[in-house]
């Protein structure tokens, strides 16, 4: 009988390893959520600020920027209170655009060399959930939305990572909030 028990499981476990492969999920496909409004609260911010077109120069300088300002929190021994914000001012392709990048701290966290040591501050957002690839992410629709609904975007985008693998990856789980004037 105990030789029957482990043949039994020996066979059920081959069984799963044969013909219980493993297959990729499918793919969604990229999109957004239904716009909510909500009242975000304010928290203290370790940032440093890029500024240029909107091209792939930006793209790559808010990369780079984001990995120093990890490393800046990481050597002051600040623990982020949450994954990282890029607070995105105008919204003007023809214009420079001006985008702070960092991570929600501690109220009471001390300067950091090199780092801007602000505020995210409270307000009204109009907030979407994104997945799917951050590169040619076309958010025109939601700023219609917006607007279709009596709402002034204020011209201060937060973009937060709550997944992120690379700029392509369909994987990426992105929070958009946009803030709307008083």
């Given at each position: 009988?105990?030789?029957?028990?482990?043949?039994?499981?020996?066979?059920?476990?081959?069984?799963?390893?044969?013909?219980?492969?493993?297959?990729?999920?499918?793919?969604?496909?990229?999109?957004?959520s239904a716009l909510r409004y909500t009242q975000l609260k304010p928290c203290a911010f370790?940032?440093?600020?890029?500024?240029?077109?909107?091209?792939?120069?930006?793209?790559?300088?808010?990369?780079?920027?984001?990995?120093?300002?990890?490393?800046?929190?990481?050597?002051?021994?600040?623990?982020?209170?949450?994954?990282?914000?890029?607070?995105?001012?105008?919204?003007?392709?023809?214009?420079?655009?001006?985008?702070?990048?960092?991570?929600?701290?501690?109220?009471?966290?001390?300067?950091?060399?090199?780092?801007?040591?602000?505020?995210?501050?409270?307000?009204?957002?109009?907030?979407?959930?994104?997945?799917?690839?951050?590169?040619?992410?076309?958010?025109?629709?939601?700023?219609?939305?917006?607007?279709?609904?009596?709402?002034?975007?204020?011209?201060?985008?937060?973009?937060?990572?709550?997944?992120?693998?690379?700029?392509?990856?369909?994987?990426?789980?992105?929070?958009?909030?946009?803030?709307?004037?008083?």
């Amino acid at each position: 009988m105990r030789h029957l028990t482990a043949f039994t499981i020996f066979a059920l476990l081959s069984a799963g390893l044969v013909f219980g492969q493993d297959t990729p999920a499918p793919r969604a496909k990229p999109g957004f959520s239904a716009l909510r409004y909500t009242q975000l609260k304010p928290c203290a911010f370790v940032y440093t600020t890029v500024r240029g077109a909107v091209d792939e120069k930006l793209g790559t300088a808010i990369r780079d920027r984001i990995d120093a300002v990890r490393t800046g929190i990481n050597s002051a021994e600040v623990p982020p209170i949450a994954g990282p914000v890029f607070v995105y001012h105008g919204s003007d392709p023809g214009k420079e655009m001006i985008v702070d990048i960092g991570f929600p701290v501690a109220d009471n966290t001390p300067a950091i060399p090199g780092m801007e040591v602000g505020r995210l501050e409270s307000g009204l957002a109009a907030t979407s959930i994104y997945t799917g690839p951050t590169t040619g992410m076309n958010l025109g629709h939601l700023y219609s939305e917006i607007e279709a609904a009596g709402h002034v975007p204020s011209g201060v985008m937060r973009v937060r990572n709550l997944y992120y693998e690379d700029d392509k990856s369909q994987n990426n789980i992105v929070m958009i909030e946009i803030l709307l004037q008083k």
